[in-house]
């Protein structure tokens, strides 16, 4: 599989946002999806809560505002604007939890794997 990507701009006001409910609130996700990997601009609205414990690997970067990913294991994290995390696939339960809403640059793909 040729996972060779050429030089490109990615213009997000010309992806169209995916609305996708939370347990509570809503995240809205534009993507571009390439070979091997994804990368997306998502948006949580203030209250919102996931509606699933993720598994897959991210590298999660905070544009605005903030949230907390909460892990499986009680613990809990707080990002704000600058702030990242990174996780492979399947070495943590996660979901994340917004209070005020947050906008984040979310990378992911199959280099995440184990």
């Known amino acids: 599989?040729?996972?060779?990507?050429?030089?490109?701009?990615?213009?997000?006001?010309?992806?169209?946002?995916?609305?996708?409910?939370?347990?509570?609130?809503t995240s809205w996700w534009q993507t571009l999806q390439l070979p091997g990997f994804r990368i997306r601009l998502v948006e949580y609205s203030p209250g919102y809560l996931a509606d699933h414990w993720c598994q897959k690997g991210h590298i999660v970067h905070c544009l605005e505002g903030s949230f907390n990913s909460e892990l499986a294991t009680g613990e809990i994290f707080t990002l704000s604007k600058g702030q990242s995390y990174?996780?492979?696939?399947?070495?943590?339960?996660?979901?994340?939890?917004?209070?005020?809403?947050?906008?984040?640059?979310?990378?992911?793909?199959?280099?995440?794997?184990?």
């Open 86 to 114: 990174v996780v492979s696939d399947d070495a943590s339960s996660h979901r994340s939890v917004s209070a005020e809403g947050v906008k984040l640059l979310i990378v992911d793909g199959d280099f995440l794997r184990p």
């Open 1 to 25: 599989m040729n996972t060779t990507i050429p030089f490109q701009t990615i213009n997000w006001d010309k992806i169209s946002k995916e609305e996708h409910p939370g347990e509570q609130g």
